[in-house]
């Protein structure tokens, strides 16, 4: 295997997901499947570059880091992986680049580095993204169709078609920090609705992707480089290592929160945090970073 398309043990990625269903069906129900699966089995993490290592865009790389190595990845390894796995069971699956939203400039950014997917099924079109990460995570493909209300675990998505280009929102609920020490934490989100990223529909190739990778693991303005970043979602909500920040998240739609429990942890504590609760195994050892950005929860 290298950056260019081929055969890929499809079997050893099930079962890295979980995925027990049949395969050979390129039906919306497997799509939504395995897209869930994912999300919650396989961690968005940026945690190499705060580890010594470089991040490829290389697929057998990935493939051996991702689903052999009990490690997770950011959108230019995850989705791109994803899209791998769609194509191989075949899924019309086309590329799309999306800038996501700074809410320090109050608007996206201006590198299109974020690597999702277009499913067409059944003449539908659906947006497939399995690493965003926290509670900006789709659990579920989003159908394409602009202003439709999509209600999902972490609240309710909304694609909204401008013409040039087309825009992520999410309309969630109030945070309830149960950790006084972090009830003014720049994690804590308090937008209700917020923008989470722009796309256009112009298809890409992964070598769109190559600069762009190399570019935000070494700018020192880069969100990666000034976070070290871990997140999984759960059945319930999501959990996250930020720097050595750890919280837990639940979603608790009936009362209109999300609780969050968040607390500090000591470097040592590092290494057992990510075995225990993200299944993360580092093989270098890592320098947490959590320097104020634009990230949230």
């Known amino acids: 295997m290298s950056s260019s398309e081929g055969r890929m043990n499809l079997e050893e990625y099930f079962q890295r997901i979980g995925f027990h269903g049949p395969s050979d069906k390129m039906d919306l129900a497997t799509l939504r499947s395995i897209h869930k699966l994912h999300v919650m089995s396989i961690p968005f993490e940026n945690l190499s570059i705060h580890c010594g290592e470089w991040i490829t865009m290389d697929l057998e790389t990935i493939f051996n880091k991702v689903v052999r190595s009990s490690r997770g990845g950011w959108c ?49 079109a659906y947006i497939a993204d399995v690493s965003f990460g926290v509670s900006s ?37 109030k945070p309830k920090v149960l950790n006084p020490e972090f009830a003014k934490s720049s994690l804590v989100n308090r937008k209700e609705t917020k923008p989470i990223y722009c796309f256009t529909l112009e298809p890409r190739q992964v070598d769109h992707f190559f600069e762009k990778s190399q570019r ?82």
């Open 76 to 124: 230019l390894e995850n989705n791109y992986l994803f899209g791998w796995v769609l194509r191989e069971m075949g899924f019309s699956a086309t590329t799309l680049s999306s800038r996501a939203f700074n809410r320090i400039i109050d608007d996206f950014g201006a590198l299109d580095s974020h690597l999702i997917h277009k499913v067409i099924i059944d003449g539908k």
């Open 216 to 297: 935000i693991q070494r700018d020192p303005a880069s969100l990666f480089t000034n976070k070290s970043i871990c997140s999984l979602q759960t059945p319930t909500g999501f959990k996250a290592l930020i720097g050595c920040i750890y919280s837990e998240v639940t979603y608790k739609p009936e009362e209109g929160v999300d609780l969050l429990d968040m607390r500090n942890i000591t470097e040592d504590e590092l290494d057992q945090v990510l075995t225990e609760q993200f299944n993360v195994k580092l093989q270098n050892k890592l320098k947490p970073v959590c320097n104020k950005t634009f990230y949230t929860l």
């Open 137 to 173: 995570q789709i659990w579920e493909p989003l159908e394409l169709v602009s202003g439709k209300d999509q209600p999902q675990a972490a609240g309710v998505f909304r694609l909204i078609d401008k013409g040039d280009i087309w825009i992520l929102e999410k309309t969630g609920r």
